[in-house]
């Protein structure tokens, strides 16, 4: 498989994940001694968390195309680890699901958000390992003007990007509204301009 498959494939599957975000909005049923400004604020948990994950995975589709432009070329090493992060993005849909459903539940909460934040930890640290191998493991398959220093920075921005999901873990089982607010930071973090490192011979 040649980069423009990988790349294609690749945009097609974090499309479905983005895409099944929204099918836990419920449209509320028509009552009448309830407005329905009511019923959409009674689910906002739902609305919340998809907006988390919706900048989320909006965010690794814009690093994963970074990541794919410092390639001349892809081995059967990148495909595996490529595939290991589109699962992890695949499971998104799921514990954001979970995550807004029990937000607002006593039982159940804690476990929710944990595997919610999990989640996204364990993307972050796949995401992290496959550029670990690229930018240590295979640098002949990068392009020629990415420099040791660059490879380094790039590294420590993803390494930035774990910590906090670990964080965000780590206090579900003291609020599920931390690892909500922890998650959501990171999300609008990444989207400011600037946290992605520009490759080198950019204009």
């Given at each position: 498989m040649d980069k423009t498959s990988l790349e294609a494939f690749s945009d097609g599957v974090i499309a479905v994940a983005i895409t099944l975000l929204v099918i836990d909005l419920r449209v509320p049923e028509p009552a009448r001694d309830v407005s329905l400004a009511h019923r959409l604020g009674e689910q906002w948990p739902s609305f919340a968390a998809y907006v988390v994950s919706f900048l989320t995975i909006g965010v690794i589709w814009v690093n994963h195309h970074a990541t794919l432009r410092r390639l001349r070329a892809v081995d059967r090493s990148i495909l595996f680890l490529n595939?290991?992060?589109?699962?992890?993005?695949?499971?998104?849909?799921?514990?954001?699901?979970?995550?807004?459903?029990?937000?607002?539940?006593?039982?159940?909460?804690?476990?929710?958000?944990?595997?919610y934040g999990g989640s996204l930890l364990l993307m972050s640290a796949v995401f992290?390992?496959?550029?670990?191998?690229?930018?240590?493991?295979?640098?002949?398959?990068?392009?020629?003007?990415?420099?040791?220093?660059?490879?380094?920075?790039?590294?420590?921005?993803?390494l930035i990007g774990v910590a906090p999901y670990l964080l965000a873990t780590a206090v579900a089982f003291v609020s599920p509204y931390l690892t909500l607010a922890i998650s959501a930071a990171v999300a609008v973090y990444f989207v400011l301009p600037g946290t992605t490192p520009d490759m080198p011979g950019d204009a």
């Open positions: 595939i290991a992060l589109l699962m992890t993005i695949v499971l998104l849909p799921f514990t954001t699901a979970l995550m807004a459903r029990y937000l607002l539940v006593d039982s159940g909460r804690t476990l929710a958000a944990a595997l992290l390992a496959m550029n670990w191998h690229l930018l240590q493991r295979r640098t002949h398959l990068l392009h020629a003007h990415i420099t040791p220093a660059y490879r380094r920075h790039v590294l420590s921005r993803n």
